[in-house]
């Protein structure tokens, strides 16, 4: 069985680092991988590869750094491309990115059926271009592997057949587990200083693009006077210069770091303050508070059971968030599951290609 991997952006690569390895252990599986080259930079791209032993893609497409419609454009015309010349049996794609989106329709199309890890999530805020694609590949995918009941009921209400929907938990539970072992602590880490820090992250278009929220955000930061430990990501770094922003004098702005040295961060942080949808989890899976940087979010467990606070954009709410929360470990309620999803979903996709 050949299966075509079609990734772009670094939440993916995090996610194929577990389903990869697993692969490889399956003789009678071949797996080749695109990369379309929606994230590019090496610290958002090639160190994911090199650090979790990722197989180097097959494919590997330039098609970053564009505007939606180019970029899904040009997406989907080579992807179909390389679909004519390997001819595989599965399109398997992870997420929510526009190489999602791009990697499911060349396959629709061409009527090669889709695997889409990571199904079933919405925000239910159609501005967020993340929103769109998901709700699009849902339709046209034939395996929607969801980690949770929640998002097995989105797509129900959807119209989705129940019998392509397989509630199998969440891939990024198999990483964090896999990862933790070998997380390390970052080179520059002794330099800061700190021996006690928030981790924080922000990237989301809606709150980059925006110079008042991002502006209010760092502000909220501020105002909390605790030490904030920011991996900035380049879309972010790109606005602020751009909107004349001032980072504060508490916030230690560093570059984005490699997965091993993010896990380190999050396993020692009091605190994570995130607009990330992975870091979020993440935050859970170690056992740590989360304030999101967001008004609504499609972790929805997270926020039910107390250890996600949704604070949207305005500094108050940022600041009180903050000061309010606790930095007690919180325990882990088996949320997304037992961190064996990736073997569920092979089990699921072999067993149905020997049956048909
Ligand atoms: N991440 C990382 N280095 C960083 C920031 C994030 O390795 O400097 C990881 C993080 O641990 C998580 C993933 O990137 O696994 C989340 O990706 P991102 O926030 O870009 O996307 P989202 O999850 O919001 O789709």
Redesign the pocket.
Known sequence: MKILTVLG???QF?KAAAFSRAIKKHESVEEVIVHTGQHYDQ?MSDV?FAEMDIPLPKYKLQTGGKTHGAMTGQQLEKIEEIIFNEKPDLVLVY???NSTLAGALAATKLHIPIAHVEAGLRSFNKKMP?EINRILTDQISDYLFVPSESAKQNLINEGINTNKIFVVGDI?YD?ALYYKEKMQKPKWFDDLKLNQFILC?I??AENTDDPIKLSNILKGLELSQRDIIL?L?PRTVGKIKKYGLVIPSNIRVV?????L???WL?VHSDLIV??????QK?AYFHGKYCITLREETEWVELVENGFNKLVGYDAKLIVDGINTSSSQKIESLGIYGDGRTVKKILDIIISTFNHQ
Do not use: L, Q
């Open positions: 952006a670094r939440p995090i610290n994911f997420g929510d990115t993340e990024m990483v992250t990237h989301r991996p990501h570059d984005p770091t490699g997965y040295e993010m896990v999050e995130t607009d990330s949808g992975g870091v993440e």
